[in-house]
C-alpha cells in the first residue's frame, strides 16, 4: 500500500468504506460461499483444488485459504483476485458502496505517483467514451448504428456494452485524448496509438471500426476489440498486451454474465463479441467469449468460483476438436464440469440464435456431450471401428486422457473407452501411462528452460518455501501470536514479559510487534491490522493466526509463554546482553569484554542454528 497514494484518498474515507463494505458480499461475487457454522466456505481463487478450504469470517471481516495460505481483508481481496493497488481497490469498494470520494485536481508530480495501471484504466474509459460516443452521437458513427442494427441489436445492448465507433481518421482518438493532456506515451502504452516508422509521431490503432470495450470483472475498462464493417482485413483486431491487458486472464462478457451463471451454475463460452452479444440480447445471458486465444487455467480461474459446468460452443469440428484435448486436462483439475457443442454447419452461436431462437439454442445445449464422450464419438465417427480404426482412436485419445492429472477420473474415462472400442483396459492404460511419462519429460524440459532464464524467482520461491518450513518449527511462536489476536486479555502480561525478544521468526515478531502497538480490540480491528501490513506473506499469516479459532485461558497462555522463554536459542543471549548493560553501568570494563566475547560466539551459534534449521528444509 503505497502511502502516498493512499494519502490521495482521506483516512475517514477509507474507514467509512470499511464500515460499509461486507467481505462476505464483495468475495461472494467471486466465489461460491457456503455457510459452516460461524465461517462461509468455498473453492479457493488463488489455488486449484476440489474441496473448498477457502474461508471467510464474516465476524472478522478477513479471508483466509486453509490450501495455499492466502488470506487478508477485503481490500487484500480485490487486490489479489483482481491485481488493483490499495488505492484502486479502495475507489472500487466506494462505487459499489456509493460513498463519494474527492478527486483532487492532480499536479503533475501527483499524476506521475498515481500508478501506470490506474492511468491506463483512466485513459481506457475515457477512449471508450470517445468511441461510444462517436457511435450513438454522431453522425459519423451512422454506418456502424446502421449496420449493427442491422446484425439485430438493439439500441439497449449497445449500451449496456458499451459498443463503440471508431472514426475513419488517423488521429481521432489520438487528438481526443491529447485534448485532455493524456501523455501521448501513456496512450501508446494503452495500445490505443501506434508510434509512427520514422518516430514523428503517432496514429490510432482503431480506425473505422467497431468497437468492443473489454471489461475486467472489476468492470474495468482494460483494453477493446475493434471489428471491420466489410470485408477488409483483418477482420478483427485487438489491444496489444499492456500491463492491464492480458488475453490468458480474460473472457469478454463476464462481468456482466455473472449473475446469471451464479444463478445457472454454468456458462456457454463462445468464440467471438458478436456470439457472446448475440446470446446476451436473446436472454442466455450466462456467455463469455474467448479472446482470440485457447481457453487457459486463468480463464477456468475466473469462472471456476461461480460455475460448476462450462459449455464450450463451437461453429467448426477442427476448432472443436482442438480446443477440447486441450481443456479436458485442465477442466478436470479444476472439478469443473465441460460439454462441447458443436453447431450445424454454416452457423455459428450469433447467427445460430438469431435464426432459431433461444428455445432451441437450450435444446442444443442441453444434449451437448461431456467432453471426453465428445472425443471418443468424434474419434470413432472419422477412423471407424475396425481395427486400424480403434488404433487411430487411442492414439488421438491418449494425450487428453494422460492430461487429466487426478486418477479417479482418469480411471474412469479409460474404462469408458475401452468398453467402447472393446480392448483390454489395461492395454488402454499402457499406452496411457506411456503418454504420462513423455508429457512428464516435456514438462521438466521446459520448467528446466523455464528456470534458466529466471533463476532470480527460482531462488525466491526456494527461500519463501524454507521460510514457510521454518515457520511450522516455531508452533510456539505462532500459538503467541494467536493469542494475542485472539485473546486480548494476555496482551499487557505479554507486553511485560517481553516474549517478543525471544521470537527467532522474523515475520512473527513484525506481526506480534503490531499488534502491540495497535491492539485490535474488536473484531474488526484485526481487518485494520491488516490494512497496515504491506507484504502479502505477512497477511497472509496473520490471516491464518486469526481465523483458526482455539479455545483459550489464562492457565495455558502462561504455559506457552514460559515455555517459550526458557526454549528460546536466545535466552542466553538476551540474559548476557542483560549482564553487559549491568556490568556498564558498574564500568567493569573486564567483565564487558568477557561478556561481550561470549555473546559473540552465542550469537554466531544461534545464527548458525538458524541457518541449519533452514537448510534441512
Ligand atoms: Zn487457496
Not at 27 to 37: A, C, F
Not at 50 to 74: A, D, L, R, Y
Not at 544 to 571: A, F, G, T, V, Y
Request: charged share 30%; hydrophobic share 40%; with cysteine.
Amino acid at each position: 500500500m503505497g502511502v502516498l497514494l493512499a494519502n490521495f484518498i482521506p483516512e475517514d474515507k477509507i474507514e467509512e468504506i470499511k464500515n460499509a463494505a461486507d467481505i462476505v458480499e464483495v468475495v461472494s461475487e467471486y466465489v461460491l460461499l457456503k455457510k459452516t457454522g460461524r465461517n462461509y466456505n468455498g473453492l479457493c481463487p488463488f489455488h486449484s483444488e476440489k474441496t473448498p478450504s477457502f474461508t471467510v469470517s464474516p465476524e472478522k471481516q478477513i479471508f483466509h485459504c486453509f490450501g495455499c495460505s492466502t488470506g487478508g481483508n477485503v481490500f487484500s481481496f480485490l487486490m489479489k483476485q483482481d491485481g488493483l493497488s490499495f488505492p484502486e481497490s479502495v475507489r472500487f469498494l466506494a462505487r459499489r458502496y456509493g460513498i463519494d470520494l474527492p478527486r483532487p485536481e492532480m499536479t503533475g508530480k501527483m499524476r506521475q505517483q498515481v500508478s501506470e495501471r490506474e492511468q491506463l484504466y483512466k485513459i481506457n474509459r475515457d477512449a471508450m467514451d470517445f468511441f461510444h460516443g462517436k457511435l450513438v452521437g454522431g453522425s459519423q458513427g451512422d454506418k456502424a448504428m446502421v449496420y449493427l442494427k442491422r446484425r439485430g441489436f438493439s439500441r439497449e445492448i449497445i449500451d449496456r456494452f458499451y459498443l463503440g465507433y471508431a472514426p475513419d481518421a488517423w488521429d481521432a482518438l489520438l487528438n481526443y485524448l491529447k485534448h485532455k493532456r493524456v501523455p501521448a506515451e501513456m496512450i501508446e502504452k494503452a495500445g490505443l496509438v501506434i508510434a509512427r516508422k520514422d518516430k514523428n509521431g503517432f496514429y490510432d490503432r482503431f480506425r473505422n471500426r467497431i468497437i468492443f470495450p473489454i471489461l475486467n470483472m472489476s468492470r474495468q475498462t482494460v483494453g477493446f476489440g475493434g471489428r471491420v464493417m466489410d470485408d477488409s482485413l483483418p477482420k478483427y483486431l485487438n489491444s496489444p498486451e499492456t500491463p492491464v491487458y492480458n488475453k490468458r486472464r480474460l473472457l469478454y462478457g463476464l462481468y456482466a454474465a455473472r449473475n446469471k451463471c451464479r444463478e445457472e451454475g454454468s456458462v456457454y463460452i463462445v468464440e467471438g463479441y458478436f456470439d457472446q452479444l448475440a446470446l446476451y440480447q436473446r436472454g442466455v445471458e450466462n456467455a463469455a467469449a474467448t479472446l482470440g486465444t485457447a481457453l487457459t487455467p486463468e480463464h477456468i480461474h475466473l469462472m471456476k468460483g461461480f460455475v460448476k459446468r462450462a459449455v464450450l460452443i463451437f461453429d467448426s469440428d477442427e476448432a472443436g476438436l482442438k480446443a477440447s484435448e486441450r481443456s479436458v486436462g485442465m477442466f478436470v483439475s479444476e472439478g469443473v464440469e465441460v460439454h462441447v457443442v458443436m453447431l450445424p454447419k454454416g452457423h455459428d452461436p450469433d447467427s445460430y440464435i438469431s435464426e432459431f431462437g433461444p428455445e432451441a439454442f437450450y435444446k442444443l445445449a442441453g444434449n451437448a456431450l461431456e467432453v471426453m464422450s465428445f472425443l471418443m464419438t468424434t474419434a470413432e465417427k472419422k477412423h471407424g471401428l475396425s481395427v486400424n480404426g480403434k488404433l487411430a482412436i487411442l492414439e488421438d485419445l491418449r494425450r487428453p486422457l494422460a492430461s487429466i492429472e487426478d486418477v479417479n477420473p482418469r480411471q474412469l474415462y479409460i474404462k469408458e473407452l475401452s468398453e467402447r472400442l472393446g480392448i483390454d483396459e489395461s492395454a488402454v492404460l499402457e499406452k496411457v501411462r506411456e503418454t504420462i511419462a513423455v508429457l512428464k519429460r516435456e514438462h521438466e524440459i521446459q520448467a528446466r528452460r523455464a528456470e534458466r532464464f529466471t533463476p532470480p524467482a527460482e531462488s525466491m520461491t526456494i527461500h519463501k518455501k524454507r521460510a514457510q518450513k521454518s515457520r511450522a518449527e516455531n508452533r510456539l511462536e505462532q500459538q503467541i501470536v494467536a493469542m494475542m489476536l485472539q485473546y486480548p486479555e494476555m496482551l499487557l502480561e505479554i507486553e511485560k514479559s517481553n516474549v517478543l525478544d525471544y521470537f527467532m521468526d522474523n515475520t512473527l515478531l513484525f506481526i506480534g510487534k503490531l499488534i502491540l502497538e495497535h491492539p485490535p480490540g474488536t473484531e474488526k480491528g484485526i481487518s485494520n491490522l491488516m490494512s497496515m501490513v504491506d507484504d502479502a506473506e505477512k497477511r497472509n499469516i496473520l490471516a491464518s493466526l486469526s481465523i483458526k479459532e482455539e479455545m483459550w485461558n489464562q492457565r495455558d497462555c502462561r504455559k506457552i509463554i514460559s515455555k517459550l522463554i526458557s526454549h528460546s536459542p536466545k535466552r542466553h543471549e538476551i540474559s548476557l546482553k542483560a549482564q553487559i548493560s549491568a556490568a556498564e553501568r558498574e564500568n567493569n570494563q573486564d567483565l564487558v569484554l568477557k561478556l561481550l566475547g561470549e555473546l559473540q560466539k552465542i550469537t554466531v551459534l544461534n545464527r548458525k542454528q538458524m541457518n541449519d534449521v533452514l537448510k534441512e528444509h
